[in-house]
Every structure is written in C-alpha cells, then in structure tokens.
Nanobody, 126 residues
Framework: VQLQASGGGLVQVGGSRRLSCTASIQPFNYAAMGWFRQAPGKEREFVTA????????IYAAPVKGRFTISRDNAKNTVYLEMNSLKPEDTAVYFCAGRIGAHSIATYSTPDEYSYWGQGTQVTVSS
C-alpha cells in the first residue's frame, strides 16, 4: 500500500493551500483517512479525519473552521483544504489511512492508522 501526499509549499499568512493524498488502499471506499502534522521539535498531532463514506468529519480545535477534509473515492484521493493559514500551521503534513471498522468510523490517533504517506511540507510565512 502506498500513500502519496502532495501540494505543500510556501504560503503567506492568511493564504490558502490544498493538499492531496492518493492512496492505493483497496477498496478505497473502505478506507478511513486522516491528516496529521508535525512541526520541528514537536510530536505528530492530529489535524482532521474522514470516515470511509465521507459522512463523518472530525477536526482538531486549532484548525476547525479553517481546514476542510474531503474525499473522492473514484480517484482514491483525500484532500485537505487549508484557509486562513497561520505561522503555527507550519509543519510537515502526513496523510494516513486504514480500513474503517464501519461506514462512519473516524480515527484521531497515529496508532490507529495502518498506512502513512511520506509527508509534504507546508510553510506559512509572515
């Protein structure tokens, strides 16, 4: 299984960025997906997750209202739309996946995920 994250880069404060993660998990519509991030010197932290049917979404408090997770099962891809970016959003962003236990299951800890992408750097400059 491979997860390929892309879309990172340098963005100004207040700007937007969309990350993509294409996964070879099969069948993809059974995969619950999530995004995590890790800033230098800090532990990996949960950002957001989506259930395998896309009906349930959960967000970490620091990003709620600014970030949106979505998925396109036909393209085996999950997206992270990031708006109103702040310097504290600077981190390497990782996508993660696993087979969901049921249609609306979501997972918010790294240990719950079986598969990880390589990470993509997002740098927010002030």
């Amino acid at each position: 299984v491979q997860l390929q994250a892309s879309g990172g880069g340098l963005v100004q404060v207040g700007g937007s960025r969309r990350l993509s993660c294409t996964a070879s998990i099969q069948p993809f519509n059974y995969a619950a997906m999530g995004w995590f991030r890790q800033a230098p010197g800090k532990e990996r932290e949960f950002v957001t997750a989506i259930s395998r049917d896309g009906r349930k979404l959960i967000y970490a408090a620091p990003v709620k209202g600014r970030f949106t997770i979505s998925r396109d099962n036909a393209k085996n891809t999950v997206y992270l739309e990031m708006n109103s970016l702040k310097p504290e959003d600077t981190a390497v962003y990782f996508c993660a996946g696993r087979i969901g236990a049921h249609s609306i299951a979501t997972y918010s800890t790294p240990d719950e995920y079986s598969y990880w992408g390589q990470g993509t750097q997002v740098t927010v400059s002030s």
